[in-house]
């Protein structure tokens, strides 16, 4: 499960022009250590720069920074990383993400507030909701208009 969040402070205005300096994200906290297996085998450690970075929760071990499967083959292809490596990445992040309760225990200690909205979208009809592409468009332009971030909006809608 990823999360990308923006808090805004509810006491104070933001200027909507702006891009948030409070922009969190939370990664799939896939934590292992400096002496992992998979880190240990790629023939240039350098190559995995972009995709390997410390713990958001524990900085003394590292996690993948990669959203999903295909953002580990992008980037260790861009990198230069061989099909075995890439697997193994994509393994590594797998092997231990976080479970749905364990990403609520975080939301709630980042602000307690999480909790009545997750209790809203478990227990209503929110969380049936299916997006329309007209509804994923729209939210990719405020994104774009809000925080000054271009994404590929093809990777949305297919």
């Known amino acids: ?11 104070s205005s933001v200027n909507e022009d ?24 790629i023939s240039n450690p ?5 995709l390997i970075s410390p713990c958001l929760r524990n900085p003394a ?3 993948i920074s990669a959203i ?3 953002a580990i083959d992008f980037t260790g292809k861009e990198q230069g990383l061989n099909e075995t490596e890439i697997k193994q990445l994509k393994d590594l992040q797998n092997e231990n993400l976080l479970s749905k309760y ?5 939301l709630f200690n980042i602000n307690y507030n999480f909790k009545k ?25 405020n994104i774009k208009k ?4 271009d994404l590929d909006l093809g990777v949305w809608i297919k």
């Open 102 to 106: 364990e990403v609520k225990d975080i």
């Open 61 to 63: 071990k590292l996690q």
């Open 1 to 11: 499960m990823v999360v990308l969040l923006w808090i805004r402070p509810l006491t």
């Open 18 to 41: 702006t891009p948030p300096n409070n922009l969190v994200k939370l990664l799939p906290y896939t934590t292992f250590d400096h002496s992992s297996d998979a880190i240990k085998s």
């Open 117 to 141: 909205l997750i209790e809203i979208w478990d227990t209503s009809g929110l969380g049936r909701l299916q997006l329309t592409t007209v509804g994923i468009a729209l939210a990719h332009a």
């Open 46 to 50: 350098k190559k995995i720069n972009k």
């Open 68 to 70: 999903n499967d295909e």
């Open 146 to 149: 809000t925080i000054g971030i």
